[in-house]
């Protein structure tokens, strides 16, 4: 009896052991399997990334085209041409009907320079809805400041047929007996209420086979050289419509443009209203006339001008703010009339 327990235990022992055993086995086996797909779930994410990579790399590399292709098509460059086309202009003329400025609705064409006629021609359009009136400034032929008498109305949709004169006097007194080059500045000004619409950066028109260009005739005394400007007395001279007239050459070397005037001066001790203003653009030079009236020489019994002397006003062209204004210039006419 006793034995049969015994042997009874045992077997429930042993029996118990097995079940401990395959469940300890069956867990170990789980556990590799649980670490492969551990495993493969890691080794997933890791062939997922590149695989995620090369869609972001995609457009990476697409975005430099398009933005090379966005600077391309940019119109920067073409306005900017464009710009240039119609402003700031240098030109060699050869043949008639040469293109000088187009802008804001008006063209003009420009000849060679016509000898006899001491001019240019020059034919305008105006294809906008606009009245103007063409004008001229800041005009020098061969570096000599000459001013053009150029003004002409241009009527909205039409054209017209001119030409830009110049004084044979002037070009004479300024030594020029051969035109090769002209610069200026366009202006249109409105025509009912004279506001400048629009002016142009200064053109330069160079005509073909030029010459050296000739300054300003020096065949008087030095009266004033300072601060780059050089003022050469070039004599007395009747003036028809007014009286007298004092030529004066002024060369300006320095780097601002300027305008100089005068209202009165000295003349044989009594002091008389005056006329004189000129304008020189640096680098340029130009002949000033002083006019001394017929009527104001006949007030005061001068019969024959012997001295001069006369204050110089530097101005800004812009403002007519004055700059300097010089000592007193003093001249002597002894044998001039």
């Known amino acids: 009896m006793k034995k049969s327990i015994i042997v009874f235990l045992f077997s429930t022992l042993l029996s118990c052991s097995l079940a401990a055993c395959q469940k300890t086995g069956d867990e170990s086996v789980s556990s590799p399997q649980a670490s492969l797909e551990d495993s493969q779930t890691d080794t997933d994410q890791p062939e997922s990334s590149p695989a995620e990579q090369i ?30 086309a119609g402003t700031g202009l240098s030109i060699t ?33 105006n294809s906008s809805d606009q009245n103007y009136i063409l004008q001229l400034t800041d005009t020098s032929v061969n570096d000599s400041v000459i001013e053009s008498s150029f003004s002409e109305n241009l009527n909205a ?19 020029i007996e051969k035109v090769s080059q002209i610069q200026t500045k366009v202006l249109f000004l409105d025509s009912e209420t004279f506001e400048t619409r629009y002016t142009s950066d200064l053109l330069t028109i160079t005509f073909e086979n030029p010459i050296v260009s000739q300054p300003a005739p020096e065949t008087g005394p030095v009266v ?3 601060d780059g400007i050089t003022m050469t007395s070039l004599g007395l001279a009747d003036d028809p419509t007014w009286g007298k007239a004092w030529k004066v050459a002024i060369t300006n070397d320095s780097t601002n443009d300027l305008v100089l005037s005068a209202t009165n001066g000295i003349i044989n001790d009594s002091t008389l209203d005056i006329l004189f203003s ?60």
Do not use: C
Not at 159 to 169: K, N, R, V, Y
């Open 157 to 175: 949709n039409s054209h017209l047929e001119s030409s830009i004169e110049f004084s044979e006097q002037d070009l004479a007194e300024n030594h």
């Open 93 to 125: 003329v050869t043949t008639p009907g040469s293109l000088l400025l187009h802008q804001e609705g008006v063209t003009l064409y420009v000849s060679p320079w016509d000898e006899s006629l001491h001019s240019m021609p020059v034919r305008m359009e």
């Open 224 to 226: 004033y050289q300072q």
């Open 55 to 84: 869609p972001q790399d995609t457009p990476v590399a697409e975005s430099t085209p398009q933005e090379d292709s966005h600077q391309d098509v940019s119109p920067a460059p073409e306005e900017t041409a464009s710009s240039d």
């Open 278 to 337: 000129v304008k020189v653009p640096a680098g340029k030079k130009a002949v000033g006339t002083l006019t001394i009236f017929q009527n104001d020489l006949e007030k005061y019994q001068i019969e024959t001008i012997t001295s001069l002397e006369v204050a110089m006003d530097f101005q800004d062209p812009s403002t007519y703010e004055v700059l300097k204004t010089t000592e007193p210039i003093i001249l002597s006419f002894e044998d001039q009339t």
